[in-house]
């Protein structure tokens, strides 16, 4: 009989190695069609790939990072051009890692990273400069006016292709102390991170990450402020700052933790959290690596302070909520469950935990209420694991 298992979410595979589940990817030339395809599938835009679609993807650029220790790989990430004198948006944690930088625009040129103009570690967004002048550039929107069930697109360089467009829908907005967040349905895939979301008319809504949650976009009005607040910073002297140091050692963290090295990942997260002891991110994949090795109580103390840091953390109170049914102490876990709920309502795997806490509790009336909540939801799978447990 299959095990049931209480529910937990992995920030680890989210960072770097989840697949895209976009309805549908199109990788394109402007103005390409694919053979077959009519011409309102190719104007997924709403107006012509030869105008929208191609200063989007001509304002997307490719961003590889090097270490100089021999035998790693290089890092790849996105990035889009916002003004055409060379200043690019990106995420911090593409390239805080690497020793230096590599920027290729549409056309083959490649630029190293002339100065950092902002950064912000929390919101995980990055301003840089290259020296390249005249560049396609996407414009801005106002991501306080999009709306839930909105229709928006994604370009980025998933898995070592280049230009990847890809369809989404706007799940949720969401508040964090740190700023606004666009939520959608769609995972990130290697390489994505740092790329443009952008409303049907091709304008960014927000940018790309992996901060907090799957499928996480942060507003583009949370970056406009800073694009005119630059004090340049040059390379040598963006890698040797503090914060910027502590997100190299998580990403070496999440790497290790990825190969299943978790003494390696537990050291890395915990030197990055002696550079930047408010690295949000480090204290809950230690969690998860303390979770792993069955280290309950340290993993409890993690989340908590991941929620200290983070209050509207919604995926760290479902793991607290785990980790207290690891200990067995079933009112701890509906305590936090609930506390994820009153923050997202539909949280489904909250759901699943409070279902299956009740159950060792033997309250089938609260098991019957949760389960329903879940058949509303659409998670089937989950109600049948639930049901088929012990």
Request: proline fraction near 4%.
């Amino acid at each position: 009989m299959k095990k049931n298992l209480f529910l937990t979410g992995v920030f680890l595979l989210n960072f770097c190695f989840l697949n895209f589940i976009f309805a549908e990817s199109i990788i394109l030339k402007a103005g390409q069609k694919k053979e077959g395809e009519t011409d309102e599938k190719t104007m997924i835009l709403g107006v012509s790939p030869e105008e929208s679609l191609k200063q989007a993807e001509n304002a997307t650029v490719y961003i590889q990072g090097y270490s100089f220790a021999p035998g790693n790989n290089p890092l790849a990430g996105t990035g889009f051009i916002v003004d055409s004198e060379g200043i690019i948006l990106t995420n911090c944690h593409v390239i805080s890692s690497s020793a230096y930088v590599i920027v290729e625009l549409y056309n083959g040129e490649k630029f190293p990273i002339e100065s950092i103009l902002y950064y912000d570690i929390k919101k995980d967004f990055c301003i840089l400069k290259i020296n390249a002048k005249n560049k396609p550039s996407i414009q801005l929107s106002d991501s306080d006016k999009v709306e839930i069930g909105e229709k928006i697109l994604f370009i980025g360089n998933a898995q070592g292709k280049k230009n990847v467009l890809s369809k989404g829908v706007i799940s949720d907005k969401r508040d964090f102390s740190s700023g606004k967040y666009l939520e959608t349905t769609a995972y990130l895939a290697p390489g994505n991170s740092g790329g443009p979301a952008l409303n049907m008319h091709g304008k960014a809504i927000g940018v790309m990450t992996i901060q907090l949650s799957k499928g996480m976009i942060l507003a583009i009005n949370e970056v406009k402020p800073f694009l005119s607040k630059i004090s340049r910073l040059s390379w040598p002297e963006f890698i040797q700052e503090k914060p910027i140091r502590s997100n190299s050692y998580f990403m070496r963290g999440v790497l290790a933790q990825e190969q299943g090295d978790l003494e390696g990942a537990s050291d890395n997260y915990k030197r990055a959290l002696q550079l930047y002891p408010d690295n949000l991110m480090a204290y809950y994949n230690l969690g998860d690596v303390y979770m792993q090795q069955n280290r309950i109580n340290d993993a409890i103390e993690c989340y908590r302070i991941a929620i200290k840091i983070e209050p509207l953390f919604v995926e760290a109170y479902n793991n607290l909520s785990v980790a207290y049914a690891r200990n067995n102490d079933f009112e701890k876990t509906i305590e936090y469950a609930e506390c994820a709920l009153k923050i997202k309502p539909n949280h489904t795997p909250a759901y699943y935990n409070l279902a299956l806490a009740y159950k060792k509790m033997g309250n089938k009336e609260k098991v019957k209420h949760y389960v329903n909540k879940l058949h509303e939801l659409g998670e089937s799978a989950m109600v049948a694991e639930i049901e088929e447990g012990n």
